[in-house]
């Protein structure tokens, strides 16, 4: 072997350790970051998603709120409307107690509204107009209110839950001497008693 190749051979037993130590001090390249990207879009949607349910509790807050207001609107309709009814007066013919057909339709009313609240009691009152007698008028008075109990009893309102009384010709509703007046005094008239508290609706 000639001492060319002689060197040749020994450059190359050396070089390749060489390379290879160069190969293994080279440093690893690092791990790329984790992208940012991904954590800041699941933040973003995060929030977003906050935001709705935000949104959403209150909008049910409202609508509870908006559903209770209603209902004490509803409530007070109720009472307002059942008051009415037992108030309205009814109205009778010169010198009789018995009972119109639209004084029954609104004794209808008022035994459904009686029906429904059981609670409640009534003080019927009986009037006329000022011809006949203090006496006489007392009495039409009396039979004018019992006539009204009657019926209200034959709709089912126990009689226990109504009281009777007369007043005659002493508390005219108008004053007057023509007919006008005499029509608007000879009536009964209704006092609803225990009605503190919600009332209710007749059933339909």
């Known amino acids: 072997m000639t001492r060319r190749t002689l060197v040749l051979a020994l450059m190359t037993t050396l070089a390749v350790p060489a390379l290879d130590a160069c190969h293994r001090s080279k440093p690893e390249p690092e791990a790329a970051p984790a ?3 991904t954590t800041v879009d699941m933040s973003a ?9 935000a949104a959403d509790a209150a909008r049910r807050r409202a609508d509870s709120l908006a559903a209770l207001r209603n209902a004490g609107a ?16 009814v109205y009778f013919d010169y010198d009789k107690d018995a009972l119109r057909d639209d004084v029954r339709a609104v004794l209808d009313a008022k035994a459904a509204v009686l029906a429904a ?28 209110a019992a006539q009204v109990k009657r019926y209200l009893v034959s709709k089912g309102i126990s009689e226990t839950r109504m009281a009777t009384q007369s007043m ?7 004053q007057g001497t023509d007919e006008a007046a005499y029509q608007q005094n000879r009536r009964a008239e209704f006092e609803a008693m225990n009605t503190a508290g919600a009332l209710m609706r007749p059933r339909s």
């Open 35 to 37: 992208a940012t990207t």
């Open 45 to 53: 949607a995060q929030r977003r998603a906050d935001s709705v349910a």
């Open 74 to 89: 509803d409530a007070e309709r109720a009472r307002v409307e059942a008051l009415q009814t037992l108030a309205q007066k």
């Open 117 to 144: 609240n059981p609670a409640v009691t009534l003080v019927v009152t009986g009037h006329t107009d000022e011809r006949g007698t203090a006496e006489y008028n007392l009495a039409l008075g009396q039979r004018r």
């Open 168 to 174: 005659g010709d002493s508390q005219p509703a108008v």
